[in-house]
């Protein structure tokens, strides 16, 4: 780590340039695997991890050699340790590393190898929910999602919301309704269609779901629903609880009256100007951006006349 030290005032000064990755590619969901599966079961035991910047440097400026010294350094001289900690780069950066050029700055955690909650912009515990057995919370600024139980963050990961200057991803309080392993987008053109696989549904009238999908680097990108890596998709669909109907559990509000209602899901946050920025840069050092959470979840406004239906139910049964 002594070269990054030692470039810190170079650091800085690309940073006032903008000197970083490009952004737009899409991610290897595939490689983000191996991140991803990192698991403790003692969530307290994970260390607060810090951030330092790098910059991409060769002598030779050939962008090569400046990565593959890279990996050398944060895979402590082993160049495929270090590609594989890269990954872990990129998704906290929001970039592909593999495209990185001499001259780009790339943040870095100063601890590595750990469970993804370790690097969470969110709350390891959220005090609001600790009555609710699941919520699901996604961050259009941070354009990032997280799963508690009991007020215990189980999972997070990055996604992509929907286009704000067409097809926004509307923020408020919703649930999930229904799920389906793999479904074609309604809004498919002719001859291309658009395949989602492990959509799981939180606006039942606009046919917003969360599912998963090709992934860029950059921020909100769909036409509404919010992108997952593969990975994160499929824990999702498994770990979700959906509506119950009087029809049983299934499709649309065919299916009958509700009678209860699925996991909570609040959207929250603005939708960025161009792309996420998962840390401030400060002049020595970065910061984590960190999600504020609502105190409690039943302050963000009903998403839907179902939320608001089933508002009045428990303003009635609760004395409020």
Known sequence: MRLIRSIGRLLALSLLLGALPARGQYINQTELEEVLSIRTEDLDSLPDVQY???????????????????????????????RKRARLVGLLNRVLVERAE???????PTVWDLDLRAYSPFPRYYAGARDLDKIFIIDKTI???????YGRLERWGIVNTGD???????????NFNWKTEYRISSLSPPGEPWE????VNFHDARGIHVHQYPMPTGGPTSHGCVRLVDYDARWIYNW?????TTRGDGFGSSQGRIIKQGTMVLVIGEDPTDHPH??????????????????NPYD??????QQEYFDKLRGLTSGD
Request: no cysteine; glycine share 6%; net charge negative.
């Open 52 to 82: 330092e910047y790098y910059v991409l440097y060769s002598s030779r400026n050939n962008s090569v050699i400046a990565r593959n010294t890279f990996y050398s350094i944060i895979g402590e001289g082993d160049v495929e340790r270090g």
């Open 102 to 108: 001499v001259g780009d700055t790339l943040v870095i």
């Open 143 to 149: 354009q990032a999602w997280a799963a508690y139980e």
């Open 164 to 174: 704000p200057s067409q097809t926004p991803t509307p923020n408020g309080r919703f």
């Open 196 to 199: 989602m696989y492990w959509v």
């Open 240 to 244: 979700a609880d959906t509506w119950t």
């Open 278 to 295: 998962p840390f401030l840069y400060k002049e020595k050092y970065p910061v984590l951006q960190r999600v504020e959470l609502p105190e």
């Open 300 to 305: 963000v406004p009903p998403g839907t006349p």
